[in-house]
């Protein structure tokens, strides 16, 4: 679980939200609260964005929503709860299992 922070502003909070972009389909399922987890490959940009990292906030857009989005249409704000590392095999990532960040987006911000 990623707890530790290089995102801190003077007074030791997270003064940053990690900005994640969703397909349509699993920023639903996650509005729905069928969807606890979102999944990022294991590359050197995950890591780089998640280890070792606190975050105010998980924010997901359904795509690039123009200016932000509007929260609970095109925006979903969560909880930081962190990541786990899991391998998974899903029809988005192919047939082979793939070693992916799995983001706890199960908590709801606002």
């Known amino acids: 679980m990623a707890n530790s922070g290089k995102t801190e502003n003077r007074l030791g909070s997270p003064s940053r939200d990690l900005i994640i972009p969703v397909k349509g389909i699993y920023f639903d399922q996650i509005a729905a609260g069928t969807k606890s987890h ?7 940009h995950w890591t780089k964005r998640l280890d070792g990292r606190t975050y105010r906030h998980v924010v997901m857009t359904r795509g ?6 509007v929260e609970g249409v095109t925006r979903l ?10 391998t998974i095999q899903h029809e988005h990532f192919g047939a082979v299992p793939v070693s992916v960040f799995a983001i706890d987006v199960s908590e709801a911000a606002v």
């Open 38 to 44: 979102e999944f990022r490959l294991q590359t050197p």
């Open 77 to 86: 704000t969560r909880v930081w709860r962190g990541y786990d590392l899991r």
């Open 64 to 69: 690039y929503p123009k200016s932000g989005g």
